[in-house]
């Protein structure tokens, strides 16, 4: 993750986070809120839904909202530290929707300043979604989980399928109406949308336990070839082992040979010098008289050139 990454993720994390922590320690004040879109969204949630999520939603506003701010925290956690972000991303993306639609119904505010008050923070949060859904988009580098459900694309068509059909219908009969209640097709939209998201979380793990076998394999054939080059090691150490023997007589028979050699010439180098020393010993008296001969004719000379 670059410097510039994780500083963007954690600015981005920080609402969530700080929402979720409120929302989770003190519901109260978002119950009120909660309870309409709570009695409206969640029987069509747990419809649309798969059934190993359907389960698990609850139908009382006050835990929902508590649910909601864990998802948020949990999320904002798992983006500003990169662990697990795209999946966390996406959660938020998903918690957005429901918490937005529940505090900010700006289509039902008559009085105009609470309007455009709830207008605006609904569409700060419209891109809140954005950025968590480009986060959600970011591999870096990494293959992306579009990529890795590649195999499981028939059964989010399959899954979803329901869904954009009654939202399609949804849409048609508002057309042909006028589009006069807009809340109805926002709920069913939702719906939709909250299937889809359950969808891809679950192709998601689907994908990560995929990875979770492909690391094990790898793991396996990691240690099968280390194992494989212990034993080579081995093999290698008992072979340098057994030749040992071989290789020191081999060194032995060179250092004899080597000091055969070296006694042989220092033989031959005693030899001359002591053959020279002989030479020098009987040559010595002849040069002693030649130099007593040269003496003498040299004092003589020197007498003779006194007188």
């Excluded at 409120?22 to 747990?46: H, S, Y």
């Excluded at 579009?146 to 219908?169: C, F, L, N, P, Y």
């Amino acid at each position: 993750m670059t410097l510039l990454r994780a500083a963007a993720r954690t600015m981005l994390a920080s609402y969530f986070v700080v929402s979720g922590i409120k929302a989770v320690r003190d519901p109260g004040p978002l119950v009120p809120a909660a309870e309409p879109v709570a009695d409206r969204f969640v029987p069509m949630i747990k419809q649309y839904a798969p059934a190993q999520v359907a389960g698990y939603i609850p139908e009382d506003a006050k835990t929902l909202v508590r649910v909601n701010g864990a998802v948020q925290l949990l999320g904002g956690l798992a983006l500003a530290s990169g662990k697990g972000r795209r999946v966390g991303s996406l959660l938020l993306a998903g918690s957005l929707i429901p918490s937005t639609i529940a505090k900010h119904p700006f289509w039902t505010r008559e009085d105009a300043d609470e309007k455009a008050l709830d207008k605006a923070q609904f569409i700060k949060n419209v891109s809140l979604v954005g950025g968590v859904l480009l986060a959600a988009g970011d591999t870096e580098g990494q293959p992306s989980i579009a990529w890795r459900a590649q195999k499981g694309g028939q059964a989010i068509a399959k899954s979803t399928g329901k869904a954009t059909d009654k939202i399609a219908k949804k849409a048609s009969a508002l057309t042909d109406g006028g589009g006069s209640d807009f809340s109805d097709f926002a709920d069913t939209a939702l719906a939709g949308g909250a299937a889809l998201v359950g969808t891809v979380v679950a192709t998601s793990r689907k994908a990560s336990k995929a990875a979770g076998k492909q690391l094990k394999e790898a793991q396996a054939v990691a240690a099968k070839q280390t194992e494989e080059a212990r034993k080579a090691a081995a093999r290698a150490a008992k072979q340098a082992k057994k030749d040992a023997p071989k290789q020191l007589a081999a060194a032995k028979k060179f250092a004899a040979e080597q000091a055969v050699i070296a006694k042989k010439i220092a033989t031959e180098q005693a030899e001359a010098a002591r053959k020279a020393a002989k030479q020098a010993k009987k040559d010595a008296p002849k040069q002693l008289a030649a130099a007593k001969k040269q003496a003498r004719k040299v004092g003589k000379n020197i007498e003779l050139g006194h007188n």
